[in-house]
């Protein structure tokens, strides 16, 4: 079935023929043949699967559970294998095509009748309804992988070299992104992008990605992977950004100011100073420097425990003030009742 020849010449009256093959290449072509792993992941938009080796896939206790959340377990999992399904066989140990073609040769009367439409064997599935089905239970596998000390290892990798992309925050400086998922079912959201320095989300980078379950990543790998590897977290960079109106800096408590600045910042022995933006942002705006190091040096509070320790602050102050003047009034008594 792999060969293909062509005719090439006859000889005398055409009893005999020479088959030769096409191409050298078009005869090797079984042993050349592509699985259905290595063809899912060089699709367009793929590129942030790994592959999961066949052997990963074959231990049934890495599996445990799956068959209860996919469809068609057992016809997509031989899709992603590659294993031809099994012939259907009725009792008498003869094939169910085999028989249907003796029942039509022995009902065969001379005239033209109408073939069955059936191609398909009992028991068997369309492959295009299992295909959809095999790619969710393969992104489940992919998720359980990348748990794995193997697949750990080859994100790190792809991650140091910045296969997935950079950070698009500005201030992050070209830090390089993990792909991932916010849940563990399938069909709930799509990818996102971690960025470990300013530890937020992003949408994919193009919308190829987009389409891609944020399930078959999961939302634990990436955290997992930073403990492993400790020495690819990235240092947090000390700028952040500032609203300026015509210069001047917007106030926290406006309307529009940056209320929630301090959810950035880190303690001033984990932070970058190697920055070359933020040693020139100082030296643009000195009179920054010890309101940035203030705030760097110790954690920032929120708008309303700010208001609170200020209502207490100013309680504070009234309830010395009438003391005070409490004390006053209780030695001017004193006074006037000597003379009376």
Not at 87 to 106: I, M, N, P, R
Not at 112 to 120: D, I
Not at 223 to 235: D, G, I, K, Q, T
């Amino acid at each position: 079935m792999d060969r293909f020849f062509s005719t090439a010449a006859t000889t005398g009256d055409g009893a005999d023929f020479k088959f030769e093959p096409e191409d050298d290449s078009v005869t090797n072509s079984s042993s050349s043949l592509q699985s259905w792993i290595s063809w899912f992941c060089s699709l367009s938009g793929h590129e942030f699967y790994a592959e999961v080796p066949e052997d990963f896939i074959e231990d049934d206790f890495n599996l445990t559970g799956l068959s209860a959340l996919v469809p068609y377990y057992n016809e997509a999992l031989e899709m992603i294998l590659d294993v031809e399904p099994e012939e259907y066989t009725d009792d008498d140990g003869q094939s169910k095509d085999d028989a249907t073609l003796k029942d039509d040769e022995d009902e065969n009367d001379g005239f033209w009748k109408e073939g069955s439409l059936k191609t398909n064997q009992k028991g068997r599935v369309e492959p295009r309804l299992v295909e959809p089905y095999a790619v969710m239970l393969y992104g489940l596998i992919h998720q359980r992988y990348l748990l794995t000390r193997n697949g750990q290892r080859l994100m790190a990798e792809r991650y140091a070299s910045g296969q997935f992309g950079f950070c698009p925050r500005v201030y992050c400086g070209r830090c390089p992104i993990l792909p991932c998922g916010r849940f563990e079912e399938a069909g709930q959201e799509s990818i996102r992008m971690y960025c470990p320095r300013c530890m937020d989300l992003y949408s994919a980078p193009s919308s190829v990605h987009q389409c891609i379950d944020g399930a078959h990543f999961g939302s634990t790998y990436h955290h997992l992977l930073f403990l492993a590897y400790p020495e690819l977290v990235p240092a947090p960079k000390r700028h952040i950004y500032q609203p300026r109106i015509f210069g001047f800096r917007v106030n926290e408590k406006s309307q529009a100011g940056p209320r929630m600045q301090w959810l950035r910042m880190r303690p001033s022995n984990y932070v970058d100073d190697e920055d070359s933006e933020d040693m020139e942002e100082e030296r643009e705006n000195p009179d920054d420097d010890s309101l940035e190091e203030e705030a760097v040096g110790k954690p920032v509070p929120s708008q309303a425990v700010e208001q609170r320790q200020e209502g207490e602050e100013h309680l504070e102050r009234l309830t010395n003030q009438t003391e005070r003047w409490r004390i006053r009034e209780t030695g001017l008594n004193s006074f006037f009742r000597r003379w009376l």
